[in-house]
């Protein structure tokens, strides 16, 4: 797997400014990007968006490193034709040296898959009706899951081994993004209408989960949770309507205006580059079978689109680790 690294310009770093390209800072064209596509039911490692030019179709797309559930093997045994139905995020993440892809779909798999050997870390079949949408890998090797339509975030004792079962449990209506932040050692979740930070207490085999924190949007729907890497301790927030950045000091969200005059209404996922700030998002774009898709990437800071024919994406990142402490 290739992952391309870039240098980091304090100018870059600073949310509001013009972001510099990545070859500005004397470096190759910046990080991959992952993408949950429904249609190949696959997570896609891609090259980095300077090299994403249009293809003429899914089977011509750069990909780097790619992972389905259908041809996984080792998770079989939790039915992936049924759970692994409509994939739904992509992460990365690092621990003790290992990097890791996290991903759930809402058919109610989650798992958390090393890279290098396609091998399934951990993973568990949720249920056919809880919807997972987000999924974080905890320092002492523990998954959290929030799953929207269960209405719940639950921490599964994943370090006991690759099919523990075994969880606390927060509920949390429409609970659609998790975030470990090693900063304040919290766990944040998002729901339809809160986001709340909990407190993880007891031994790793016996987590209890708390609330600490519990703060009100500003407006309904909110639907993905990530950090912003140009601001440490801040997060990205999206909503049925708009794009906010939170910060936990001030208590503040801060409406975030996106080039083009795109006002961040059904924003499934959102984020900034390490180094260069650019923003990805992915929103329905209403041109394909499905209400919730999109076949555009789209870049803000500056300001581009990326077509990617053929696919039915849901979620973006940048594959990077960056922002979870690792």
């Known amino acids: 797997m290739r992952i391309r690294r870039v240098l980091v310009g ?56 790619s992972w389905s559930a259908d041809t996984a093997g080792d998770v079989n045994d939790l039915e992936p034709k049924r759970s692994w139905s409509l994939p739904d995020e992509a992460k990365q993440r690092v621990r003790h040296g290992r990097r890791y892809l996290l991903t759930t779909a809402s ?19 949720t249920g056919p009706h809880a919807n997972p949408h987000s999924i974080e890998l905890l320092p002492d090797g523990n998954v959290a899951v929030a799953a929207s339509t269960g209405g719940w975030v639950r921490l599964y004792t994943a370090s006991r081994g690759p099919r523990s079962t075994g969880y606390a449990e927060f509920r ?35 987590p209890v989960l708390a609330a600490v924190r519990t703060v009100p ?28 950045r939170y910060d936990p000091a001030a208590d503040r969200f801060t409406r975030v205006r996106l080039t083009g005059g795109q006002d961040g209404r059904g924003i499934k996922s959102v984020g900034d580059e390490p180094g260069s700030g650019r923003l990805l998002t992915t ?37 990077t680790s960056w922002g979870s402490g690792a």
């Open 10 to 65: 304090a100018a870059a770093l600073v949310l509001g400014l013009a972001a510099l390209p990545a070859t500005a800072f004397g470096a190759r064209p910046g990080w991959a990007v992952a993408v949950v596509d429904q249609a190949s039911r696959r997570v896609l490692v891609l090259q980095s968006a300077e090299e994403l030019i249009p293809y003429r179709g899914p089977d011509r797309l750069p990909v780097v490193w």
């Open 107 to 125: 058919g109610g798999l989650a798992a958390v898959v090393d890279t290098a050997t396609g091998a399934a870390y951990w993973a568990a079949d």
């Open 172 to 206: 949390l209506p429409g609970a659609h993004g998790v975030h470990w932040d090693a900063r304040s050692r919290l766990l944040w979740a998002l729901g339809d209408d809160t986001l709340t930070a909990l407190r993880v207490t007891g031994p790793p085999d016996a």
């Open 217 to 244: 949007l500003p407006e309904p729907g909110g639907h993905d949770l990530a950090p912003v890497l140009a601001e440490p301790g801040r997060f990205w927030v999206s909503t049925g309507g708009h794009l906010w």
């Open 283 to 319: 929103a329905p774009d209403h041109a394909g079978p499905c209400s919730w898709c999109t076949s555009v990437l789209t870049l803000h800071r500056p300001g581009a689109e990326r077509t990617l024919p053929g696919t039915r994406l849901y979620k973006a990142r940048w594959w």
